[in-house]
């Protein structure tokens, strides 16, 4: 069945030039291949973000190392944070919600497709723009440097007086650039979901991964705009000479964290609502039952949504806030626990007395659930102000925050990767590479990750080029450091088993999973048009009903 | 091509879904409040904060007669999607050149002011905390009265051509929705620095 659409497709993909080709992938408007490009560009910033972080560990390996100067070394942590976030987090997200939300709502694309392709070149150009800072940063007369004032850019660091040349402004435009095509994308996110469902797809039927990109999405909205905002005021501030963070003038520099951190604590739940919608398709695929609670996550979702929006000043604790205000958000932030607790038990009931099949994905979801706990344990460690005044600005922040997107989010994405790439390539990832790089990558993280917490917790700040020996830090250093090679070898691992499945990969056939939602009854890789004719669903779980005509879900539900 | 077609039988419930050009323009209108709710924090913070004048009460006049423009073009292009609705392409066009008229003379009374502003009183987006909040947030505003006014310009082109009719009255109706929260956002503005701002 689906080998003969992939003879059709071949068929008319051999014996033309590349530059046809390239030309088709550049102009598309398809929404598979928009995601694919998006994923692709991820990919790419990924292994030059993880780079980076290669650089900074390997000045961090012992004391008094030379590794990079000073200067060097504040870029690469400004360069770190800024693509990991903006040009490896969202672009990776929305390129799965791109390619899997049309098709599992039964839909033969987005809802606009041209306004898809304008959104991904206005990020991929965000990313370029910033990038060309290593080359245009300084300007003409120099040899170029990147923006070096920290991924969330305090004021006065970005006034002229203290950024001189052109690299914070490389940086702000290219967010500024890349957070308008985020908009673009969360909107017709939103009008594929609410206008392009298929008939009986009701709102209570949609596959949770369908209902958490709706929420993320809705966040995008009030959440990127806020920095769209601050970034226009500082380009004011650095262009028309305005004072809105010039101390000098009245203006204030806490005006900006508060700006930054209501667009930084929101994007942090826009970044991990996905894994949670990766965790909620694949455990119950994996555990051979449907999801525990389905109604219980929608709301839950919902309400880390809304009380994302009000936990922001818990990055702020150290600046010296009334004791109201850290009441306030101490217990706002605690609060979020609440919601997020309840998807982890869901999840665990999910797989309760299910017969778990511990193939690839299903092992990077158990890991993500219990390195997403602990992720979460250190959150209400630092969400509490008394706490956060001892340890704000250590490594244990450090240590907390990639727990939550490394241990919690990329452990998911790998995940989806694993999951969908039979879908998006037609060829299933070699079981034996993937265990290997889950297994490297498990070790690694934990060996960096687990062990940060310490040096943290014995006062060593974030963000500095190097240290003293015989503080207690230097064996934890070195450990960690020994800790992201083996995540840099796993990564590789990872890549190579991209490309060797590619080539050489099991043809993965419409349902390899035997999985229950709509873009399993589709050829692997989708036709174009996705359905031939548009599908008509009566339960959460259509391919489930049409394999067990007997036994219908909608029974259930 | 029997081999790709789908298992599913063809649709027989009755299926309606809200057209996504609402939706889309509501998710714009959502995420463009954000921006502005985040300007008009700032203009608030900074109120009374500047450390050299001129201060808004010196400078500042309220330009009633340009807000009614402003304002009342709601309701022309409210009755022209109506008419266009009907299919009245007569009414339709006059209201919407009347919209656009209205549209243009607010964005007269802005550029007078500004000219006074910096002219008379020598106020520049640089000169004090109030100019840097005033004119970034009168800008924001203006600029997207003329992304508003360039769209309806483009209908008013494509409607003398008679390409505008029954149909089309859909996507009008998207373009007046954002025509409405330019108007909107207008009040906000408007209260913020010539009613609480003075």
């Known amino acids: ?557 | 091509m029997s081999a790709i077609s789908s298992p599913f039988p063809e649709s027989a419930v009755a299926w309606k879904l809200p057209y996504r050009g609402k939706i889309g323009m509501a998710c714009l209108i959502i995420a463009e409040s954000a921006i502005f709710t985040i300007f008009v924090v700032a203009y608030l913070f900074y109120g009374g904060k500047s450390l050299t004048g001129p201060t808004p009460r010196e400078v500042l006049e309220i330009p009633i007669f340009f807000s009614i423009c402003l304002l009342s073009s709601s309701a022309t292009i409210h009755l022209a999607s109506r008419f266009l609705e009907r299919g009245k392409r007569g009414g339709f066009l006059i209201l919407w050149v009347l919209t656009i008229v209205l549209g243009v003379l607010f964005m007269y009374g802005t550029g007078r002011e500004w000219h006074r502003l910096i002219y008379e009183h020598g106020l520049t987006i640089s000169t004090n905390l109030f100019g840097t909040t005033y004119y970034s947030l009168v800008g924001l505003h203006a600029f997207h009265v003329t992304a508003g006014l360039l769209m309806l310009t483009i209908v008013l082109l494509f409607g003398l051509a008679g390409r505008v009719g029954q149909e089309q009255s859909g996507r009008i109706d998207v373009l007046s929705m954002y025509w409405h929260f330019v108007d909107v956002v207008w009040v906000v503005v408007f209260t913020v620095v010539y009613v609480l701002g003075r």
């Open chain 1, 1 to 557: 069945m689906s080998s003969d659409a992939m003879a059709i497709r071949t068929a008319s993909e051999t014996g033309r030039p590349w530059v046809e080709t390239l030309h088709e992938w550049v102009t598309t408007v398809d929404h598979k291949r928009l995601g694919i490009l998006y994923i692709l560009y991820a990919l790419f910033f990924l292994v030059v973000a993880g780079s980076e972080a290669m650089i900074m560990r390997i000045q961090l390996m012992y004391p008094h190392n030379a590794f990079v100067s000073p200067q060097v070394f504040n870029r690469m942590f400004t360069m770190h944070g800024t693509t990991m976030v903006f040009f490896v987090g969202i672009p990776i997200l929305f390129g799965f919600a791109n390619y899997i939300v049309p098709l599992m709502i039964g839909a033969r694309d987005m809802a606009f497709p041209r306004l898809n392709a304008f959104s991904f070149w206005l990020t991929a150009f965000g990313g370029f723009l910033l990038y060309f800072s290593f080359f245009g940063g300084s300007g003409l007369y120099g040899a170029g440097s990147a923006p070096d004032v920290g991924w969330w850019a305090y004021a006065p660091l970005t006034s002229r007086a203290f950024s001189p040349g052109h690299s914070t402004d490389y940086w702000t435009i290219g967010l500024l650039v890349a957070g308008f095509g985020s908009i673009g994308t969360a909107i017709n996110i939103i009008a594929t979901i609410l206008c392009m469902r298929c008939p009986g797809m009701k709102l209570g039927r949609m596959p949770l991964l369908v209902w958490m990109n709706l929420v993320m999405s809705g966040m995008v909205l009030i959440a990127i705009t806020p920095l769209s905002a601050a970034q226009i005021m500082l380009c004011v501030d650095r262009y028309l000479g305005g004072h809105f963070f010039d101390t000098q003038a009245g203006g204030s520099a806490t005006l900006w964290m508060h700006f930054f951190w209501i667009f930084g604590h929101p994007e942090v739940y826009i970044l991990i609502i996905p894994a949670f919608a990766f965790m909620s398709e694949i455990v119950p695929v994996f555990s051979r039952k449907p999801i525990f609670g389905y109604p219980v996550m929608v709301g839950a979702t919902v309400c880390i949504g809304f009380l994302s929006l009000s936990v922001w000043a818990h990055h702020m604790f150290t600046i010296g806030m009334s004791s109201y205000t850290n009441a306030f958000f101490t217990l706002t932030t605690l609060a979020v626990g609440i919601p997020t607790g309840i998807k982890i038990f869901n999840w665990l009931g999910t797989m309760w007395g299910g017969k778990i099949q511990f193939k690839t994905p299903m092992l990077f979801c158990i890991a993500f659930l219990f390195q997403f706990l602990i992720a979460g344990l250190t959150g209400i460690m630092l969400g509490s102000a008394a706490f956060n005044w001892q340890l704000s600005g250590s490594y244990f922040v450090v240590a907390h925050f990639h727990y939550t997107l490394v241990g919690g989010l990329l452990f998911a994405i790998f995940a989806a990767f694993y999951y969908w790439y039979p879908k998006i390539i037609g060829k299933m990832l070699s079981e034996g590479l993937g265990k290997l790089h889950f297994w490297l990558l498990f070790i690694g993280f934990h060996l960096t990750f687990d062990l940060m917490h310490i040096p943290g917790l014995l006062g060593m700040p974030r963000r500095i080029y190097t240290y003293e020996p015989g503080r207690g830090w230097d064996t934890w250093n070195l450990l960690i450091t020994i800790g992201a090679f083996i995540q840099g070898i796993a990564t590789l691992v990872f890549v190579a088993n991209l490309i060797i499945s590619y080539f050489k990969g099991a043809k993965a056939g419409s349902d390899p999973w035997d999985a229950w939602t709509l873009e399993w009854s589709v050829s692997s890789p989708p036709p174009s048009y996705n359905f031939a004719s548009i599908p008509t669903v009566a339960s959460r779980r259509p391919l489930w009903d049409l394999k067990h005509p007997e036994d219908q879900d909608g029974r259930y539900e």
